[in-house]
């Protein structure tokens, strides 16, 4: 097997991005394809994913592909040099996990925390849909059928990642090496591996409704910061506040960079000064706001005003898509082929099969 560096990522197209996929992923990819430090580059849009907690809304994923195409371009992501695909156009990849679901029990499925972090959140309680529950497998398949050997994603993903490298060890030691085994690529930065909403849960997602999207107008953006969850006890300036759970200094430790204290706020030199500050009391909410938002709005307006400029031109966006299916297809008919000729399911490609079975029944007569 070669050594090729492949990345892959994907998100679902169940509602626009937002700055936690940003930060968890986003930013990554765009930087390691700018590094060009990677022989292929997939991205994908999941809508089939998405389909298994939506099937009663197909409608909601429909329309969320190109809005997720629109943000992927806005951020920087250049089919030329990505694949940029919808997963439910590659066929194969259905093909794939259904023959990854003979490698994985029930119990180990029931056991992966992220399934059962978003079963929860979901209130399935009993009635999980099948393919919302096996959905780490078909992770898998995405993953493998690209043969990613860098997977660029939030920490949430971590227990899918280490799904896939099991499925992964246990098809090569069953049918020889044939599968690539992919490795996970966290952010560097702690505050981006799970951003917390703007109401201060733990995660920032499309579920919850807790978002700062990467299209948001400026004043939505602003409105959504001014009333950011903070600390509960700081209620009067003087007083001392805290740091740690208030969501407002994770997306300064997410954002912030020293030279925006010179740009937008250069009373204080430096964000470790800020916080000390805000220990002590005497600094209220609303500046500090203020200095969150004047960051957010620099990252985000050349963001918006990209994807305006991509989105006058919706067919050309859809036929972008479509070639990157074209290829990504491709891609994943040779891992498949690899795959069945492994399995020795390839009856008709196995010349040798043939003549033993001759060979058997001639030895009958
Ligand atoms: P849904 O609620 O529909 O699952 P989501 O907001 O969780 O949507 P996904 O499409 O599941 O988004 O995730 C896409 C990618 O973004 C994954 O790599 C995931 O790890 C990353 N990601 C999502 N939310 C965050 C977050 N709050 N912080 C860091 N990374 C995130
Ligand atoms: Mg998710």
């Known amino acids: 097997m070669s050594k090729e560096k492949i990345i892959l990522t994907g998100d679902r197209p169940t509602g626009r991005l937002h700055i936690g996929h940003y930060v968890g992923s986003l930013k990554r990819r765009v930087e390691l394809q700018d590094a060009g430090d990677y022989s292929k580059m997939f991205v994908f849009i999941a809508d089939a994913q998405a389909l298994t907690d939506n099937i009663d809304n197909p409608e909601k994923v429909r329309q969320n592909v190109i809005e997720v195409a629109l943000d992927y371009l806005a951020c920087g992501l250049d089919p030329t040099k990505a694949t940029i695909f919808i997963q439910s156009q590659i066929p194969e990849l259905c093909e794939l996990s259904f023959y990854f679901m003979d490698l994985v029990t029930v119990s180990r499925l029931q056991r992966n925390p992220t399934v059962k972090t978003e079963i929860q959140m979901r209130n399935f309680e009993t009635s999980i849909p099948v393919g919302f529950f096996t959905y780490p497998i078909s992770q898998a398949a995405d993953i493998t059928a690209f043969r990613a050997t860098t997977v660029p994603v939030g920490e949430d993903q971590e227990p899918m990642l280490e799904q896939a490298r099991e499925i992964v060890r246990r098809f090569n030691y069953i049918y020889g090496e044939t599968l690539v085994e992919p490795e996970i690529l966290l952010p560097d930065n702690a505050a981006c591996l799970r951003l917390p909403g703007t109401d201060g849960k733990a995660k920032m997602s499309k579920s919850l409704g807790n978002c700062i999207y990467l299209s948001e107008s400026a004043d939505e953006i602003q409105k959504k910061i001014m009333s950011m969850y903070t600390d509960p006890g700081h209620l009067r300036v003087q007083d001392p506040g805290k740091i740690e759970g208030n969501t407002v200094f994770t997306y300064l430790d997410a954002f912030c960079r020293p030279e925006h204290f010179e740009l937008y706020l250069p009373d204080y030199p430096n964000l470790a000064e800020l916080k000390a500050h805000y220990q002590r009391g005497g600094l209220g909410d609303v500046k500090v706001k203020r200095f969150l938002n004047a960051i957010m709005q620099e990252m985000l307006e ?58 058997r029944f001639a030895g009958q007569e």
């Open 302 to 359: 050349p963001i918006r005003n990209r994807r305006k400029e991509f989105s006058k031109d919706i067919p050309a966006v859809y036929e972008m898509l479509k070639n990157g299916c074209d290829v990504a297809r491709a891609a994943a008919a040779d891992t498949l082929s690899d795959v069945k000729k492994a399995m020795k399911i390839n009856y008709f490609d196995d010349a040798e099969l043939i003549a033993e079975q001759v060979k």
